[in-house]
């Protein structure tokens, strides 16, 4: 089955203590991208890739880093977490060009305390 | 700037009544236009697209968009919602640069009342 998996699901962590959000896809696509949803303001970009060691910044960039290594992963890193980084994050997944549409993971809800 | 704009947060429908979402998009150009709902702790899923072509788009679920150039808008409609329609529907847009992501507006609410 075509699909983004983001693990974990569900993660409450202290600030400071750093965490990485995983994200991979199957379906060779070389475009993916992270986004942060927060309510009322709809979701956010974070960072995104357009393939392999080719990663560039997103309208919501701070505090975070993201690497791609290998095309189907797109792991994101929060080196030092603060609380203003608790949401709800999602990756996404397209070929270039973005005109077909994304494939959305299931959402990781992160709370930092 | 590229801009997405859904008016309305929260709207509330019927079981069985028509649906409306609006949306309207700022770009210079027109854009790639998409339709997204979330259920409930869950992802977001494609509704429907439009690239070119055809101004009426037919979707999943029963769903339609029609795109309109002279209002900026690619409104999304249902003729009879069903209670499993309530979910948040984002509009999103793409300018087709190869690396600008998807633009979404801010969503917006559906509640159906039985």
């Known amino acids: 089955e075509a699909q983004v998996t983001q693990n974990p699901r569900y993660l409450i962590t202290v600030t400071g203590k750093k965490l990485t959000v995983t994200c991979s896809q199957n379906m060779n696509h070389e475009y993916m991208s992270w986004y942060r949803q927060d309510p009322g303001l709809g979701l956010r970009q974070i960072y995104y890739s357009m393939n392999v060691e080719v990663t560039d910044k997103g309208d919501v960039p701070e505090g975070y880093k993201v690497s791609r290594k290998e095309k189907r992963n797109f792991p994101l890193i929060l080196e030092s977490p603060s609380p203003n980084q608790t949401s709800l994050y999602f990756c996404?997944?397209?070929?270039?060009?973005?005109?077909?549409?994304?494939?959305f993971g299931s959402g990781t809800r992160l709370t930092v305390v | 700037a590229q801009s997405v704009t859904q008016p309305d947060i929260h709207i509330t429908v019927s079981e069985g009544a028509s649906l409306e979402l609006r949306c309207n998009y700022s770009y210079g150009a027109t854009p790639y236009l998409f339709w997204y709902v979330q259920s409930p702790g869950q992802g977001l899923q494609l509704l429907l697209k439009?690239?070119?072509?055809?101004?009426l788009v037919q979707g999943i679920k029963g769903f339609e968009a029609e795109f309109k150039r002279s209002q900026s808008s690619f409104n999304l409609r249902k003729p009879s919602v069903h209670w499993s329609d309530a979910a948040e529907y984002f509009c999103a847009g793409y300018s087709g640069g190869g690396a600008d992501g998807l633009t979404f507006g801010k969503g917006t609410h559906l509640i159906i009342q039985p």
């Open positions: 996404a997944s397209s070929f270039v060009g973005g005109n077909y549409g994304y494939t």
């Open positions: 439009y690239f070119s072509g055809d101004t």
